[in-house]
């Protein structure tokens, strides 16, 4: 079977159905579900304790309006939690390792940051068009180059993140062909590349 290193990044699919579907719903089951139980057992007290604790460590930095963002924000932060420690079980595949799950989280939260900005504070977010004390004759390039700058922020963003998985996902594929592929001929290097 002759197959890339590349193919471990496509999604795994099943009578053609594709399994990140399945994956992306998966997490949902191990949260907690609400009940009108006094007394709960240990798991659905450890759920709660956690997104408790997530919900305050993402929080804190903000003021009293930041925290209408708290149910989104902490939702978004347990299921990249969940997808992501879900790709480390073997046989498995990591949704964020693809370039359109990342720009799909991206994109909507970048624009709902910046109409946010816009709406509340027009004139500050303006300002950063323009860095201060610009000379007279630069101001419309650097109004189109900020701008740009602005505008393609999401994608740079996702590819970057994209870039850092595959990469890190890739290199251990290379180390464990490479110490499969030397234990035959070469048992001590081998054993060098498996302990790298």
């Known amino acids: 079977m002759n197959v890339s290193f590349f193919d ?3 999604s795994p699919s099943l009578l053609g159905i594709p399994l990140i579907l399945i994956s992306m719903t998966f997490p949902a089951l191990l949260l907690p579900s609400l009940d009108n139980r006094w007394i709960t057992n240990r798991l659905s007290t450890l759920q709660l304790w956690l997104i408790n604790l997530i919900t305050k460590q993402l929080m804190t930095p903000l003021n009293k309006k ?9 939702s978004l ?18 949704p964020t390792t693809q370039l359109s799950m990342n720009l799909a989280l991206a994109f909507p939260l970048w624009l709902a940051t910046l109409l946010t900005g816009l709406r509340n504070q027009p004139s500050a977010s303006l300002a950063h068009l323009l860095p201060e004390g610009t000379p007279t004759l630069l101001i419309p390039a650097l109004i ?7 505008l393609i922020r999401p994608l740079a963003l996702g590819v970057r993140l994209t870039a850092n998985l595959t990469a890190g996902h890739l290199l251990i594929q290379l180390i464990s062909t490479a110490t499969t592929a030397l234990f035959s001929t070469m048992p001590m290097v081998s ?4 302990l790298v």
């Open 8 to 10: 471990q990044f496509s």
């Open 66 to 74: 930041g925290h209408k963002w708290a149910l989104i924000l902490t």
């Open 77 to 94: 932060m347990i299921f990249l939690l969940l997808i992501n420690l879900l790709g480390l079980l073997p046989y498995t595949f990591t």
């Open 144 to 150: 189109l180059i900020e701008t740009t700058s602005l």
């Open 191 to 194: 054993l060098l590349t498996f």
